[in-house]
Structures are given as structure tokens and as C-alpha cells.
């Protein structure tokens, strides 16, 4: 039953969001258009922003879980096109809510699909403290390039999602682009 209720509000959420801004729908909007009453709210939410929190959590995060065999390049269709099916809802959000609010609840997803995926595709057992950054390095990437497609409004094919991620995967499978130099008092990198 509680899950029901809290579907009940969200999508009522999800709906008063195509008619106003997030900041202007106010709890009586909510309980007026599902016939409930304020405790209801209360005892399932505590602001709206909760709200918008647990859509992303049941209606995104999971949704993009990785298959076990599923490759980068068919993850991030599969991604894209959970964006593409919540569309006005997300660019809603992206435009009204500061970003590093929303930074966090997409990227914890995010970032357990990352990792499941990078794990599949260490071919040299790297550290996990290397694992680490390529995780947080990776994720960071996904996320911003998230945020600049709804906030932009960005629409591309299968193909173009596709190549993009071959691209990425195949300039990250050569040989490294930089070096390190010890030359005497200090090392740097060099190209």
C-alpha cells in the first residue's frame, strides 16, 4: 500500500509538472488532484523535492541497471533512452533545480553501473584505488554529459550514441596518450 500511495502522488507530481513550475506546485495542488488528505503526504514525504527525489530513485535509477552481459555501448543506449521515455520530466528538473542537488541522486546509479561495467572490462587487474577514480571519472563524465542533453535539449539517433561510445572506448584502449617524465626535481606528464 505504501508504495501505491507514494506511485499515487509521484505521478500526480510528474503531471502537475507539465503545467507549472516545481517551486509553484504546493502540497494542497497534490492532495486536491489525488483526493487525500495532507497527513497522506507528510507521512510518505516531507517536501516536494522528496518527491522528485523518489521518482528519480523508482523511475530512473532502477531502470538502468546494466544485464550482466550487456556492453558500455548498449548501456548507454539503453540509458539514453530511459531519458527519452521520462523526457518533460527530467528537462524539468535539469531547468529548475540546481545541479549539484540533482548531481548526487542521478550518479549514485550511476556510478553502480559504472563500476559493474569497468569491472567487466579490467583486462590488467588495476588497483581499487584506480578503480576508484576511473569509476568517479567515468560517472562525473556520464553525469555532466546527461545534464548539457536534457538541459540543451539534444536529440540523437542510436547510431550517434553508438559511435560516440566506440569512439570513447576505442581513443581509451590505446596505448596512453601521456607519459610520465622524471627529469631530476620532479615528474610530469607529457604527450
Known amino acids: ?21 516545481i517551486r509553484k506546485i504546493t502540497i ?8 487525500m488528505s495532507r497527513q497522506s503526504f507528510y507521512y510518505h514525504f516531507k517536501d516536494i523535492y522528496d518527491v522528485l527525489e523518489w521518482i528519480e530513485r523508482n523511475d530512473f535509477a532502477d531502470r538502468i541497471v546494466c544485464e550482466e552481459n550487456q556492453t558500455l555501448e548498449d548501456w ?26 540533482l548531481l548526487p541522486i542521478i550518479s549514485a546509479p550511476i556510478e553502480e553501473q559504472m563500476r559493474s561495467i569497468l569491472i567487466r572490462y579490467d583486462r590488467v587487474g ?3 584505488a584506480d578503480l576508484n577514480f576511473c569509476v568517479r ?24 550514441l553508438r559511435e560516440e561510445v566506440h569512439s570513447f ?9 601521456f607519459h610520465s617524465v622524471n627529469d631530476g626535481s620532479k615528474s610530469r606528464l607529457v604527450g
Do not use: G
Not at 1 to 21: G, N
Open 1 to 21: 500500500m505504501c508504495y501505491a500511495t507514494k506511485r499515487k502522488i509521484a505521478d500526480c507530481v510528474k503531471q502537475l509538472m507539465r503545467k507549472k513550475e
Open 137 to 160: 571519472f567515468v560517472t562525473n563524465a556520464y553525469c555532466y554529459i546527461l545534464m548539457d542533453y536534457l538541459y540543451h535539449k539534444i536529440h540523437k539517433t542510436d547510431d550517434q
Open 169 to 177: 572506448l576505442a581513443m581509451m584502449d590505446t596505448k596512453p596518450m
Open 28 to 35: 494542497q495542488d497534490i492532495m486536491d488532484a489525488t483526493s
Open 126 to 128: 588495476c588497483s581499487e
Open 76 to 101: 548507454t543506449l539503453h540509458l539514453f533512452h530511459v531519458l527519452e521515455e521520462e523526457r518533460p520530466f527530467f528537462e524539468r528538473v535539469v531547468k529548475e533545480i540546481e545541479w549539484p542537488k
